[in-house]
């Protein structure tokens, strides 16, 4: 039996905590997983996990042969990817985080174009709203959507802006009214983000400078489409990074409340955990994915007063 696949999957079972998550996570039966498990403790002859009917631990000896064992896994994926690359043909797993509006709507378009022009190389998509860890969860890179990143022990690939808006559907705004200044966002029906904004406190950059206002309302959730679709629905007004409702604002189910202020601004980041390591199929995929930001989308530009120029320049290349 292949020794170095034996160690990969003492590795995911490992990291995944059981037997059952390994096998979902590798794609093979948990009797596989079992098998390979024996085989490399009968091979090493030392029990590896400790395993009970709820979870699996590591006894010392499989402690040290987890940590010797993904240094050799690293060392054998970095001769892989050498001799692949020598061969211009990458090929394996990427395994990318994503938040869940950006990565269905957004990523995932990008991922079937790179796809198609790399068959050898799948793509496998994860929710990550910000909070994974990417080397226990296994992760190549990760999308992640902020103000701004703090923990440096990533390395981070600014991406592209991601403006946020004022939005309420038209249906609300006609029974409640529209409000004109900050102020008058007390009077209204406010849906919340309570991983964004815990307090309760929306921010706004006004002549540079930053504002809070609290805002209160009757839905809270921590799943950016939940308000949306309330939004929708006429239940009240909420903020949105623009790629979430620029379809809504084209065809109108959502209209921009209080325009003339600037609700705080995210940014779009690659973050991934070495520079020297990366296996060549994850440099091409984060060059793919700096070669699309170079032309910012126009769902970035809304509030900008850059959009329509952008616009009108590529409809000139398409005529062109």
Not at 30 to 45: D, I, M, P, Q, S
Not at 138 to 151: F, M, N, V, Y
Not at 245 to 273: K, N
Request: glycine share 6%; charged share 20%.
């Amino acid at each position: 039996m292949d020794r170095l696949r034996c160690l990969q999957v003492f590795a995911e079972v490992a990291r995944s905590g059981s037997f059952a998550n390994a096998a979902r996570h590798l794609g093979i039966s948990r009797a596989g997983v079992t098998k390979h498990v024996a085989f490399l403790e009968n091979a090493l002859g030392a029990r590896l996990l400790n395993r009970t009917t709820r979870q699996v631990s590591l006894t010392e000896a499989g402690l040290m042969a987890l940590n010797s064992g993904r240094q050799m896994l690293e060392r054998y994926e970095g001769l892989e990817s050498t001799v692949r690359e020598s061969l211009n043909r990458p090929r394996g797993v990427i395994r990318v985080g994503t938040p869940p509006s950006f990565g269905a709507f957004h990523l995932v378009p990008l991922i079937t174009e790179f796809a198609a022009q790399h068959p050898d190389i799948q793509v496998a998509v994860a929710l990550d709203v910000g909070n994974l860890n990417l080397i226990e969860e296994g992760l190549d890179l990760s999308i992640r959507i902020a103000r701004s990143l703090q923990d440096a022990s990533y390395v981070a690939t600014p991406l592209t802006h991601a403006p946020q808006v004022l939005v309420a559907s038209p249906a609300y705004l006609a029974r409640h009214g529209t409000p004109q200044t900050l102020d008058q966002l007390a009077r209204h029906n406010c849906l919340i983000h309570s991983m964004k904004s815990p307090t309760s406190l929306w921010r706004f950059i006004i002549d540079g400078r930053e504002t809070t206002v609290r805002v209160r309302g009757t839905v809270y959730s921590d799943f950016g489409e939940t308000l949306r679709h309330a939004a929708l629905l006429g239940h009240g007004i909420s903020v949105h990074p623009t790629y979430m409702v620029a379809d809504d604002l084209a065809a109108g189910r959502l209209v921009t409340v209080l325009p003339q202020y600037v609700a705080e601004p995210l940014e779009v980041f690659a973050i991934y955990s070495s520079r020297q390591r990366l296996p060549e199929r994850v440099r091409r995929f984060i060059g793919f994915l700096k070669d699309w930001a170079s032309t910012p989308p126009d769902w970035s530009l809304i509030g900008s007063g850059a959009e329509q120029p952008v616009r009108k320049r590529r409809r000139a290349r398409a005529a062109a």
